[in-house]
């Protein structure tokens, strides 16, 4: 080897160092530590090779760090090395030792027993013909492969240094990746740390509120209210950003209804526009499936970022969100393009580039106008990129922006949607009076879909009249003579001069809302009524004391009053008597004298819920040798596996609310050897969808005022119960917000309103999986929901 070659590879001996190394000395007056050396272990059963290997590498120095020379002398030996330590840069391993493919062995072991994919292998044989090049090269994850005779001392060098360069490449890009990770788990943990003390400020100035302020106090209160709120929007996006900076924002594959997340944005979204006095439209192209594969929470992100931005940059005019079909790219593939436009200030050329990158506005003055923090575009991109689709903007300063992404979503089979009584109104002539172009266009579209026939006002066919339009502050009253349906904002009031029988609809307009409107003007609008059931007979319950006589008296640990209700009445249809209480505690202390049959117990109460009331009971059980108590789980939680973790728990059986009195005979029939105590089975009502009466009238025996004061007693729980969680989600308290959900879930599904308790299920498990943007939003239609249970049981 020249000497230049080694003098490039060796650096200076100590006592070789310049005379003012001495000046090295750190900022405490002490020598610093020395470098690590890099770890490289010789495998070879031949001791001359490893003298020879330490005499040509003990001075070499890679980044001025020495080497750290390991030795074995059979892979059984260097096998206990690599199960001791993780840092091995280098193994030279030779291939035949113990036996003859020991080094191809232990080349296997490292990479897959011992999931090492940093070290460098490079293989040195001294019998090349014992494991062929190719063979060798193509079936072991190895770097390099030698023979020993042509590995001199210069190669030698190369070959280490190439491995300590390879392996101090992937360390480093492997430590930036962890530091990365680091940084956003560190954003995503402070996040959380803010939010604690933050909470407690919303909290207490809620509070402050309900006490006695004058005018200036209040105003101060409602400025610091929603300077809250804001920080709190900036902790969200900053913990999203660091999620999916942390690799951990998952998308899902989900059948999805562009047009229903749209319309559902829209609706939320729409009050912010008003506010502003901008029009806000939506087109959903009828042309797009009604069912195609995506993630509607992250699609929904997305939308709600690209349009809370345009509303929140827009002053005067209007924003609109159009969602198209554009050419399939294949077969069972749909090209969806969804554009948002609004009439804001506009972006320059020279910033859009960087608009979508994390932390950007268009200029420092944006975010002293608007505020925010800058990651919605950022995080909208990343999102879109996680759907492998496109994100862009097409912007004239000044003149408005149009922000767009396409995303190419997989047909899916679509599930029937069971939305209330059908109508036809396919053939009908409708005159449309549309002022705006936009909106007449996406009238026609929706009604064309359907079948409808668009005709002239002075049309012999036209039968309905559709329009929209403002006369000053005053929406227009339509002067036809034909049934109309008007198009006005959500929050409009009806005229006092409109014709009777004017259908109003809410913009943004949704088209099954449009189409009903006009079958209902029309009177073709279908529907069905069905006699109310009636129960022919009822069981006489016992008196609490003659049930515990007979070893039948129910113990109820339930904590909603509606629930309570509707579990003692049917129980006493069934013919038992119930003990209830409000939690476990409770229920716990009426166990102990022995009195009770069975247990029915809630899951989810104050104090002590059902799991620690079951493992107290079982508990206490085992200690004292009583005799065992059949307990019995209700529960309105549908999540898979809820069943097991009962049953897992100690309890002897799982119920899901709503009962049904069959379901709970048999249940009960089932631990207590009592059977056929239903005399007629529950017939369920025809209409059903937002409140079904036959669990009213199967507990009452028909709409008599017991009834009634019951369904007034329902309804006022469900407006009680949203109350609470709805002042828990402003205060950004998510377990009490969870807790008022699941009790209005399961108040819900009891009195008779499962679509409302299933809306609330998928609130409460939003909640539960930490998305609380996506369990506000979907919470948003939970008071609707209400007012139609409530005004479906003023119309029985």
């Given at each position: 080897m020249g000497g230049d070659d080694a003098d490039d590879l060796f650096a200076p001996e100590e006592d070789e160092a310049p005379a003012g190394a001495a000046a090295g000395l750190n900022a405490a007056g002490t020598e610093p530590p020395p470098p690590?050396?890099?770890?490289?272990?010789v495998v070879d059963d031949d001791e001359e090779v490893h003298i020879m290997t330490r005499l040509v590498l003990s001075k070499l120095r890679y980044k001025d760090r020495p080497l750290e020379l390991l030795t074995a002398r059979s892979g059984i030996?260097?096998?206990?090395?690599f199960r001791q330590r993780d840092d091995i840069a280098v193994a030279l391993l030779d291939i035949v030792m113990e036996t003859d493919d020991a080094g191809l062995r232990l080349a296997r072991r490292i990479r897959e027993e011992f999931a090492n994919s940093d070290t460098r292998l490079i293989l040195r044989t001294g019998q090349p013909g014992q494991a062929p090049v190719r063979d060798v090269i193509v079936n072991y994850d190895i770097n390099d492969y030698k023979s020993k005779t042509e590995l001199t001392s210069e190669k030698l060098f190369i070959t280490i240094i190439t491995g300590l360069r390879s392996y101090d490449n992937i360390r480093s890009a492997r430590m930036a990746e962890s530091a990365s990770k680091l940084k956003s788990s560190f954003l995503a943990a402070m996040s959380h740390e803010i939010r604690t003390p933050m909470n407690g400020v919303l909290g207490m100035l809620e509070l402050l509120g309900h006490t006695s302020l004058?005018?200036?106090?209040?105003?101060?209160?409602?400025?610091?209210?929603?300077?809250?709120?804001?920080?709190?929007?900036?902790?969200?996006?900053?913990?999203?950003?660091?999620?999916?900076e942390a690799g951990r924002m998952d998308i899902d594959r989900h059948p999805v209804d562009i047009g229903t997340v749209i319309e559902g944005v829209a609706d939320t979204l729409a009050p912010a526009a008003r506010k502003k006095g901008l029009s806000f439209d939506i087109h959903v192209d009828p042309a797009l499936p009604m069912a195609l594969l995506g993630d509607p929470v992250r699609l929904r992100q997305i939308l709600f970022n690209l349009t809370g931005n345009a509303i929140k940059f827009t002053e005067q005019g209007g924003v609109s969100v159009r969602a198209e079909r554009h050419p399939d790219p294949a077969d069972g593939i749909v090209r969806v393009r969804i554009a948002i436009t609004d009439t804001g200030i506009g972006i320059a050329p020279n910033h859009q580039a960087k608009l979508f990158e994390p932390f950007t506005q268009a200029e420092i003055s944006t975010s002293r106008r608007f505020g925010g923090t800058g990651l919605g575009l950022s995080i909208s991109r990343r999102l879109v990129d996680l759907m492998k689709g496109h994100i862009g903007l097409d912007s004239v300063a000044g003149h408005g922006s149009t922000f767009w992404f396409t995303l190419d979503m997989e047909q899916a089979e679509a599930t029937p949607v069971d939305s209330g009584p059908a109508s036809d109104i396919a053939g009908l002539g409708v005159a449309l009076d549309v002022t705006e172009p936009d909106l007449a266009a996406t009238v026609a579209a929706y009604l064309g879909q359907a079948g409808v026939e668009i005709v002239a006002l002075e049309d012999p066919a036209a039968s309905v009249l559709v329009c929209a339009g403002r006369n000053g502050a005053s929406w227009l009253v339509p002067e036809s003579t034909l049934p109309a349906v008007l198009i006005a904002d959500a929050d409009s009031r009806r005229p006092p001069d409109m014709p009777p029988g004017t259908q109003l609809v809410a913009r943004p307009l949704r088209r099954a809302a449009l189409t009903r409107a006009v079958a209902l003007a029309a009177g073709r609008a279908a529907g069905q009524s069905t006699p109310p059931p009636t129960r022919s007979t009822t069981i006489q319950a016992p008196t609490p004391?003659?049930?515990?006589a007979q070893g039948r008296l129910i113990l109820v640990a339930e904590d909603q009053g509606v629930n309570q209700m509707v579990i003692r009445r049917q129980l006493a249809i069934l013919g038992f008597a119930a003990d209830i209480h409000a939690d476990g505690a409770a229920a716990l202390a009426a166990w102990r004298p022995g009195a009770h049959g069975l247990l029915l117990t809630d899951c989810n109460m104050p104090v002590m819920d059902g799991y620690e009331l079951t493992a107290a009971i079982r508990a206490e059980e085992e200690a004292q040798g009583l005799h065992r108590l059949p307990i019995v789980a209700l529960t309105a939680n549908a999540m898979a596996g809820e069943d097991q973790r009962c049953i897992n728990a100690g309890m002897d059986d799982f119920l899901s609310k709503p009962l049904d009195l069959a379901q709970?005979?048999?249940?009960?029939?089932?631990w207590l050897g009592v059977a056929g105590m239903l005399a007629s089975?529950?017939?369920a009502a025809a209409e059903a969808e937002l409140f079904d009466p036959s669990m009213t009238i199967d507990l009452f025996g028909g709409l008599d005022g017991e009834a009634r004061g019951f369904l007034e007693e329902f309804t006022g729980s469900l407006r009680s119960l949203w109350t609470e969680a709805e002042a828990a989600f402003a205060r950004h308290d998510m377990e009490i917000a969870r807790a008022r959900v699941h009790a209005l879930a399961g108040v819900a599904k009891n009195g008779g309103a499962p679509a409302l308790g299933t809306l609330a299920d998928g609130v409460e498990r939003s909640l539960k999986a930490g998305e609380h943007d996506v369990a506000r939003m979907s919470a948003l239609k939970i008071p609707g929901m209400i007012d139609r249970v409530v005004a479906a049981i003023d119309a029985l």
């Open positions: 690590l050396p890099w770890p490289v272990l030996e260097a096998d206990k090395v004058d005018s200036d106090q209040r105003e101060m209160l409602l400025t610091a209210q929603e300077s809250a709120s804001a920080l709190l929007r900036i902790i969200d996006d900053i913990l999203d950003f660091s999620k999916i004391e003659e049930a515990a709970l005979d048999r249940c009960l029939s089932r089975p529950t017939v």
